[in-house]
């Protein structure tokens, strides 16, 4: 007797779908119990879903699929529907088996007809509405849920705390694979050192976690009997946690098993077809989710690795001075950006400060700035001045910029730079500027002064640019400023309102504390600080922000005595400069007793340089400087230039347009003088704050 004949007799059916082909074969039982007559029938798969009720076709589709996955047999209720689809004619059960891989299997099962399911129970099939209902949301939770971890250990997390409708698990493990052995990478409902024996082990070894890994495919173990008798080498180590069923399903990514998820159960669980659905779905998604926190974990290992190497640094101490910095980048994950500081240590014994900005906050703008820092770096150590210092970054910047991106049509980008050479023996600072905000000086007793000085082009924009140097003294109690821009323009303000408010922090601190200084500036910007290490942080960045503090100690003599002074730099190409002489003066006397006397101490420097660019062919070099307590302060004032012809006095008719700057010197200044130097010569001026002011109403 025929199989077919026998099945027929028990009222049971024989079908066949090639997913090849996209065909079902049903025999005659098949056939009748499908409301077609009763003979042997080949239908397309389409025609052959037309006789189901679409929501269990819906659901026998991912039955199908973990049974191919897993190699088990796919075992679902279905309910047949008439030939116009309005009419249940009957629910089949239907039990078969997958033969081949991946796209190309076969399926080959009974059908039988079975009894429709009373309403109200809660039987554990496709067509039950209630187990349906709660396993689709609570894989909706759990899919939302492990979307949003981040890392490996906030997966575990919310494994740990996943509910799984009917049958939830006490007890989770997650093994991961290191070449040939078998890892724990976290666990669930185990007391400390359990996983101890499961930590590491051969990937050979007759362990359930070690054979899914293997081989691709679940296991389930519903009775404590079946895991004995499957794997008698292990079983002891698992005897011990008093479970009475496991589930181990494989940690799929891109077709590669990446761990096994291990799933114990206190109570007997007899791992239905949807309860193997649902286990099979959360593991899938347990492995993304793990896949992709290893790869952001790395990434952000990599990142902070290669952040931490990029980060400005400051070098060793140096005797008389002090420096302090902080370093605040913008938003967008990455903690450096395009600004950075640097110490330098020179080969003469100075040592020089650097700080910068390149265009942009992007990885781009990081990776330009680690360049041009290691440029800069081997420029300063090889001994070069601070203008060839810059001309050479400018003409390398420059060649990067070019070649740096072939396939970024963005334009080559720029850097903002500020170099200082000092001399801590002396306090001398030599300076050059590419497009930097200016620097300024804290005197000892509070006054802020913007140190108006020479500059050229930001680097990389001409790779031929000159950078002109200044040179000037930072007097014992005096503190150096420098800083980006970000520090000067965040929070609405432009240049003007920016610098008033550095100015008014600087002004503040009576007692000067570098580090402090350091903190409410930033402060001042973004808010209290935050765990940072380099400087304070807030959620709201605007910009990049770098400021560097450098200060001259002042010995027990020096802190007794008030000394202020400028000095700066007019070229001749830089009349307009002009104008700066006279602000630098009156911010160096903003407490000068006679409003009178700072007015004439104006308008004979402003005569001073002018005659020096009209009537020679160097550049004029002012330096001012008021010594003594408040209201008895003397003020000496010079102008140089590199002519050897001296001024003469003149008397000039009331149309002449020049020869009145002596005249002026020697009826406003208490005194005044003409000294020829070794090359040039120096003309001055000293007003006295206790003396009353000259007068020239007769002038």
Known sequence: ???????????????????????????????????????????????????????DWNEIQGIVQLAVTEGTVAEARLRVMSEDGRQVLRTVRSRSKPFGEGTAYQLIGTIQEVAETAPGTAARTPVTGD?????????????????????????????????????????????????????????????????????????????????????????????????????????????????????????????RTMGAWMAGFAHPVAFTPDERSVLTTVARMLAQALARAGVEESERELSEGLQRSMMPTLGPDIPGMKVAARYVPTGGGLQVGGDWYDMIPLPSGRFALVIGDVQGHDVRAAGLMGQLRIALRAYASEGHRPDAVL?????????????????DHSSPRFATCLYLEVDPADGTVELARAGHPEPAVRMPDGTVLVRTTAGGLPLGIDADTDYPTTRLALEPGETLMVCTDGLIETGGHDLDSGWSRIRTILESHAELDLERLADDLVQAVHGPPSHHTTGPLSDRREDDIAVLLLSRE?????????????????????????????????????????????????????????????????????????TGPIGSRTLHVEVTDVSDELPHKRRP??????GRGLLLMEMLAHKWGVDPRGQGKSIWFELYEDAPPASYEDF
Do not use: C
Request: proline letters at 5%; glycine letters at 6%; zero cysteines.
């Open 131 to 255: 187990w349906r209902r709660s396993r689709e949301a609570f894989l909706l939770d759990a899919g939302r849920a492990l979307a949003e971890a981040r890392s490996t250990a906030e997966v575990l997390r919310v494994a740990a705390s996943l509910s799984m409708p009917g049958f939830s698990p006490d007890g989770l493990a997650v093994f991961g694979v290191a070449g040939d052995r078998l890892t724990t990478i976290g666990h669930h409902g185990h007391k400390p050192g359990d996983e101890d024996p499961f930590r590491d082990m051969p990937l050979e070894t007759d362990y359930p976690a070690a054979e899914v890994v293997r081989t691709g495919r679940a296991i389930y173990l519903p009775t404590p009997e079946e895991y004995r008798t499957r794997f008698p080498a292990t079983w002891p180590l698992a005897e011990g946690f008093g479970r009475r069923s496991w589930a181990f399903v494989p940690l799929v990514v891109a077709g």
């Open 653 to 658: 008719g009331e149309m002449a347009s020049s």
């Open 391 to 407: 001309s050479r970054a400018s003409r390398f910047l420059h060649g990067i910029t070019d070649t740096y991106a072939p396939d």
């Open 1 to 55: 007797m025929r199989t077919e004949d026998v099945l027929a007799a028990i009222d049971t059916g024989l079908w066949r779908w090639n997913n090849a082909s996209g065909t079902v074969t049903f025999d005659a039982e098949a056939a009748r119990l499908m409301g077609l007559p009763a003979e042997e029938v080949q239908l397309s798969e389409s025609a052959a879903r037309a006789r189901f009720h679409p929501v």
């Open 554 to 626: 002042a010995t027990r003599t020096d802190r007794t005595a008030s000394v202020r002074s400028t000095a700066m730099t007019v070229a001749q190409a830089e009349p307009e400069r002009i104008a700066g002489t006279r602000r630098q003066l009156r911010e160096l006397l903003h407490d000068w007793a006679d409003a009178d006397q700072v007015d004439s101490a104006v308008l004979m420097v402003s005569e001073m340089v002018t005659n020096v660019l009209v009537h020679t062919d160097g550049d004029a070099l002012l330096t001012a400087r008021a």
